[in-house]
């Protein structure tokens, strides 16, 4: 296709031009990974994985992470769907919900894969803009899309959605709609509890961020069975490794370890907001594991340069609905202080 797809998905990713994987001077906090490691029963569990495990196809339909995920969540197996990361899902949802003649709709400004998603798919995208209340907008439950996709914690702002409104969202529209909880262990609520009421509602998770696994790539849905089987038709045969089955369903187990994960993140989101505001950032109150703050003094692609020449980078966004803005992986207490310290330096703060 001529478009450019690479192009967009280097975008949506913080693409940084220069930055060297291998760098050991580089702090890396621009595409929300968490900076702590996943819990010790991931490595155990694929220690103990054996050459029948390697040398066969995995399992199709993800048996053993099935049965540990409906434990935790209260739901059953065949309301569970699992991908190479929470993108595949997304890509599953679209596949199977919308073409030309069938929209997606979604409020704006959000996850840009899900615009790239319907150009993949030729379908229309209906755009409803997020008022400054972040609340939904009135327009989203007038849609006729078949698929609705809410961001919730939304990505890029970290503002979260009230569970009420959601329900409100699910109630009135015509289609399906995703709730895209990828950020929701940084949040003080979720919206699972709507699987009892709707069945035109998949909540989606991922496990890059509170578990720390976003270097196996893996995502879930838990919906009700008829999404899930229609999903089903759509999804590769062997679309999630053994090795990463074997890890998600290790972690997903240690509810104590990840809870201290999680709280590890909440403090340093604390400890970073409060020291860019010392610094006059414009910093909302975040739901996630990243900030969205406007800087003072400097622009924000200025000081997105400057840290990027001193090996640090962070996300900057320049487009119009996020003019001036920086998005901030919230970072461990070291790479936090480091950010801080080379803030005061650029806006020369002593």
């Known amino acids: 296709m001529s478009f450019t797809f690479r192009d967009n998905i280097e975008k949506m990713r913080g693409y940084t031009p220069g930055f060297q994987p291998d760098d050991?001077?580089?702090i890396k906090i621009n595409t929300n990974e968490n900076p702590f490691p996943p819990s010790p029963r991931v490595f155990r569990a694929l220690a103990r994985l054996d050459d029948e495990a390697i040398r066969r196809y995995p399992p199709v339909h993800w048996d053993e992470f099935r049965r540990v995920a409906s434990d935790v969540?209260?739901?059953e197996p065949d309301q569970i769907i699992c991908g190479n990361g929470g993108d595949e899902l997304l890509t599953m949802l679209v596949r199977c919900c919308c073409d030309s003649n069938r929209p997606l709709a979604y409020p704006v400004p959000t996850y840009s894969l899900y615009p790239v998603?319907?150009?993949?798919?030729?379908?229309?995208?209906?755009?409803?803009?997020?008022?400054?209340?972040?609340?939904i907008p009135a327009e989203l439950h007038d849609n006729k899309a078949a698929l609705t996709i809410l961001c919730n914690p939304n990505a890029p702002t970290g503002t979260f959605v009230p569970v009420s409104e959601v329900a409100d969202l699910a109630r009135q529209i015509e289609g399906v709609l995703a709730v895209d909880e990828a950020y929701v262990d940084f949040a003080e609520d979720n919206c699972l509890s709507l699987l009892r009421e709707f069945?035109?509602?998949?909540?989606?998770?991922?496990?890059?961020?509170?578990?720390?696994?976003?270097?196996?790539?893996?995502?879930?849905?838990?919906?009700?069975?008829?999404?899930?089987?229609?999903?089903?038709?759509?999804k590769d045969s062997y679309n999630v490794n053994a090795a990463t089955q074997t890890a998600a369903a290790a972690a997903l187990t240690d509810r104590d370890y990840f809870n201290k994960n999680v709280h590890r993140i909440k403090k340093?989101?604390?400890r970073l907001t409060h020291g860019l505001r010392k610094l006059g950032f414009d910093v909302p109150d975040s739901h996630t594991n990243f900030l969205l703050c406007r800087p003072a003094g400097l622009s924000a692609q200025k000081i997105y340069e400057e840290l990027t020449q001193r090996h640090i980078y962070i996300r900057y966004f320049n487009t119009e609905v996020l003019q001036n803005k920086l998005r901030i992986t919230v970072g461990?207490?070291?790479?936090?202080?480091?950010?801080l310290t080379a803030l005061r330096e650029i806006l020369s703060v002593k």
């Not at 998603?117 to 609340?135: G, K």
């Not at 461990?332 to 950010?339: K, M, P, R, Y």
């Open 24 to 26: 050991p001077a580089a």
């Open 268 to 270: 340093q989101r604390d």
């Open 117 to 135: 998603l319907a150009a993949i798919q030729n379908c229309p995208t209906i755009e409803v803009p997020w008022p400054d209340d972040f609340h």
């Open 199 to 234: 069945d035109n509602v998949i909540i989606l998770r991922s496990m890059s961020k509170g578990y720390s696994l976003a270097g196996l790539r893996f995502g879930y849905g838990i919906g009700s069975a008829r999404i899930i089987e229609a999903m089903l038709k759509v």
């Open 73 to 75: 969540h209260t739901v």
């Open 332 to 339: 461990s207490a070291v790479q936090n202080d480091a950010l």
